[in-house]
């Protein structure tokens, strides 16, 4: 079965700390994406990487940068993590050139206190 | 991508049919329309998507309309877990789902 895997279901950090989400795909996907889910404003996307090492800004990429070191891998940085940030974060991943389909994962709930 | 319109939410009785109405009067000729769904606290779920034929899968029906300025997706016999939030996306194929715009969605309810 075909997987996206976001390392961490719930986080609680102090405004100022240093976050990573992480997320890896078992599908050998070349794009994948990170998108912010909040109430009344739906998905948005912050980052998406289209290969290895690259990376393009999504409508919100303020606050955030991201790293994709390796094909499987795709974190999420939060450098200095602030309250306004609080929020469900949303790993998908899809294939090249594809369907267009986007596989998620189970979203990592973070709230900043 | 174009603009789609759902309504906010439905009611189905479980084990009937369940027809989840999109209205996208502006696609283009290269858009699809994809259907995903989320059941609470999960990341949305992709279910089925078309041009311009009537489509089927496992989940569900999609029936676009000749037209194709509007779409219904059909779940044959719905259950209870089919209780979630419904999205009609409509995009262009080919890169990969980059710029998937995901609206409001419809809020379907199964009830006993």
């Known amino acids: 079965d075909v997987k996206v895997t976001q390392s961490s279901r719930y986080l609680v950090k102090r405004t100022g700390e240093k976050v990573f989400l992480e997320c890896v795909q078992d599908m050998d996907h070349e794009n994948m994406f990170w998108y912010r889910q909040d109430p009344g404003l739906g998905l948005r996307l912050i980052y998406f990487?289209?290969?290895?090492?690259?990376?393009e800004k999504g409508d919100i990429p303020e606050g955030y940068s991201v790293s994709r070191e390796k094909k499987e891998r795709f974190s999420l940085i939060l450098e200095s993590a602030s309250t306004n940030q609080t929020s469900m974060y949303l790993c998908a991943s899809s294939r090249i050139p594809g369907t267009g389909e986007l596989f998620f994962g189970e979203g990592s709930r973070l709230t900043v206190l | 991508d174009a603009k789609t319109t759902q309504p906010t939410s439905m009611d189905c009785a479980e084990g009937r049919a369940a027809n989840l109405p999109c209205n996208h009067s502006?696609?283009?000729?290269?858009?699809?329309v994809y259907w995903y769904r989320q059941i609470h606290s999960q990341g949305p779920q992709y279910i089925i998507h078309?041009?311009?034929n009537n489509e089927t899968n496992e989940m569900a029906s999609l029936i676009i309309t000749e037209d194709r300025k509007s779409s219904t997706l059909i779940l044959p016999h719905a259950t209870l877990r089919d209780t979630a939030v419904y999205y009609c996306?409509?995009?262009?194929?080919?890169?990969?789902?980059?710029?998937?715009?995901f609206g409001a969605g419809t809020r379907l309810f199964v009830k006993a």
């Open positions: 502006t696609i283009s000729g290269n858009e699809y």
């Open positions: 996306i409509v995009r262009v194929v080919g890169t990969g789902g980059f710029k998937t715009i």
């Open positions: 078309g041009l311009k």
């Open positions: 990487s289209y290969d290895v090492k690259m990376k």
